[in-house]
């Protein structure tokens, strides 16, 4: 069945650069469907961060889109995510999905990134 | 300040239907489908309802949504202990171009 997997660095610094990569087995990234990052942070609701899709469309959350790019990396059946000049209120589990530019079906199980010096 | 509106909170007990809505407006319920996730603490979301009424393999039919212009709703009946969790409702934004969420309802099975 379809599995993702977030990887990445637990804690970043502020002002640098989160950087997350979410693998993709049990389907091709190349596959009609967009691949989507999500996050919440601790003890809030769910955020929608960005989606992708491999022939190149893509969507970013307007609050995050001057510091977010989002790709999708088709030989490795993986996609990512950089934002850059983190704060405090950047801390958040990220979650990457299967899915469209409106929702996740298949969901990672999450990450936790805290943004701290 | 979420986009949707969602009651902080809902209850109900063994075997009851409970309902919890979820308000938006123009720009996003009224054109585009409503999505329902289930989330139980320390864990991923769940995809329970999509594109406003379709339950996903393997969702009980216990689990219903529906939508009505500016609001869309979640029913569960037969209420049951494990339902105890967190449900956001989302949608796609026309004005922002991008999925919103509501700030989520946290049932409580009494």
């Known amino acids: 069945q379809v599995q993702l997997q977030e990887s990445g660095p637990g804690l970043v610094k502020p002002s640098e650069t989160l950087s997350l990569t979410c693998s993709v087995s049990?389907?091709?990234?190349?596959?009609?469907?967009?691949w989507v990052w999500f996050r919440q942070p601790p003890g809030k609701g769910l955020e929608w961060v960005g989606s992708?899709?491999?022939?190149?469309?893509?969507y970013y959350s307007p609050s995050l889109k001057s510091r977010l790019t989002i790709s999708v990396h088709t030989s490795r059946d993986q996609f990512s995510l950089r934002l850059n000049f983190v704060t405090a209120a950047d801390t958040a589990v990220y979650y990457c999905?299967?899915?469209?530019?409106?929702?996740?079906?298949?969901w990672g199980r999450g990450t936790l990134v805290t943004v701290s010096s | 300040q979420s986009v949707l509106t969602q009651p902080p909170s809902a209850s109900g007990t063994p075997g009851q239907r409970v309902t919890m809505s979820c308000s938006g407006s123009?720009?996003?319920?009224?054109?585009?489908?409503v999505y329902w996730y289930q989330q139980f603490p320390g864990t991923a979301p769940k995809l329970l309802i999509y594109r406003n009424n379709q339950r996903p393999s393997g969702v009980p039919d216990r689990f219903s949504g529906s939508k009505s212009v500016t609001s869309a709703s979640l029913a569960i009946s037969g209420l049951r202990s494990e339902d105890e969790a967190f449900y956001y409702c989302a949608t796609w934004d026309d004005n922002l171009n991008g999925q919103v969420f509501g700030g989520g309802t946290k049932l409580t099975v009494l």
């Open positions: 049990g389907l091709s990234i190349t596959s009609n469907y967009y």
């Open positions: 123009t720009s996003n319920i009224v054109t585009n489908f």
């Open positions: 992708i899709h491999h022939a190149g469309s893509v």
């Open positions: 999905a299967r899915g469209s530019h409106d929702y996740g079906d298949v």
